[in-house]
């Protein structure tokens, strides 16, 4: 798979300029674009379910005083894409063919996650923060909270960066692998990037070891020159154990597949996709 387009959905966070130079990082490397998206939440969302017994006058009047608030924000959003990509000399060009990397802005309005997940399905890959935790806890942002949405029903991958910009992103890269279906997805989805790499090691442990060599005969075909290392999760939970493993190596990017579990819900339940979403401090590239 290579990757030419990428989403950046932006909600105005403090996060956003982290977010967006990760995906330049990116964009810079394949001559990429981006796409700066801001989801406005419908105004009638502002009504909550008592307030709909309430004169029609009062409820006009929420409405209203929401939608001049969504549309403020999103000029700021808007204000705040277009200064990034003048000072980082990226040109918005909504057409393709010109060469080298572009940008362009994106506003729609209505449920949050199904904008997401339809934008999304429409490029090569998305790219968000890592969720915050609350208390154990993913905090419902309006995008942290459908982040399970983006990764379950776009059938994109996703990249999601830590609050501390990388400076480097796909140079050494390494793969959770645990020969599911989902690990085996998201391998191939990126493969522009394994491609490119100085270095790939793939994570296993002992019971997967000859699926990995496998693996590692099989990139090989694709110019990939990539490792097996072999570890032992021992006390450490799988998600440690993988984390653990990518800082020995001096990873900037893993590549691993999500839900790998029969719980289709292993995200906000426990697991070690959780525990790479609450604990990584480098890019994680995952697909499910």
């Not at 729609?108 to 790219?127: K, T, Y």
């Not at 991958?157 to 692998?177: E, F, K, L, N, Y």
């Not at 060599?213 to 110019?223: D, I, K, P, V, Y």
Request: some cysteine; glycine content about 8%; overall charge negative.
């Amino acid at each position: 798979m290579s990757v030419k387009t990428i989403l950046v959905p932006l909600d105005g966070g403090e996060l956003s300029d982290t977010i967006l130079e990760s995906a330049l990082i990116v964009a810079r490397n394949v001559d990429g674009h981006i796409e700066g998206l801001h989801i406005r939440a419908r105004s009638s969302d502002a009504l909550s379910f008592g307030m709909r017994y309430i004169p029609s006058n009062l409820q006009n009047m929420v409405v209203k005083e929401a939608e001049d608030d969504a549309r403020e924000k999103a000029d700021q959003v808007r204000e705040a894409f277009e200064r990034f990509c003048t000072q980082r000399q990226v040109p918005m060009d909504s057409e393709p063919g010109t060469g080298g990397v572009s940008a362009a802005w994106r506003e729609e309005s209505g449920r949050i996650s199904d904008v997401l997940v339809h934008r999304a399905q429409l490029f090569d890959l998305s790219v968000v923060s890592f969720p915050r935790m609350v208390k154990g806890h993913i905090r419902q942002s309006p995008l942290g909270g459908n982040l399970e949405a983006l990764l379950l029903e776009s059938g994109r991958p996703i990249m999601m960066v830590p609050a501390q910009p990388p400076r480097v992103i796909g140079s050494r890269i390494v793969i959770g692998w645990n020969a599911s279906a989902e690990s085996a997805r998201v391998v191939g989805d990126a493969m522009w990037s394994l491609q490119a790499a100085e270095a790939v090691t793939v994570l296993t442990n002992p019971s997967r070891l000859q699926s990995a060599e496998q693996l590692c005969r099989n990139l090989a075909w694709h110019g990939v020159r990539a490792t097996v290392r072999n570890f032992e999760a021992e006390s450490r939970a799988v998600g440690a154990a993988l984390l653990a493993e990518a800082k020995a190596v001096d990873a900037d990017l893993m590549v691993v597949g999500g839900y790998s579990h029969a719980r289709a819900r292993e995200l906000l339940l426990g697991g070690a996709t959780r525990h790479l979403l609450a604990a990584a401090d480098l890019p994680i590239l995952m697909a499910h």
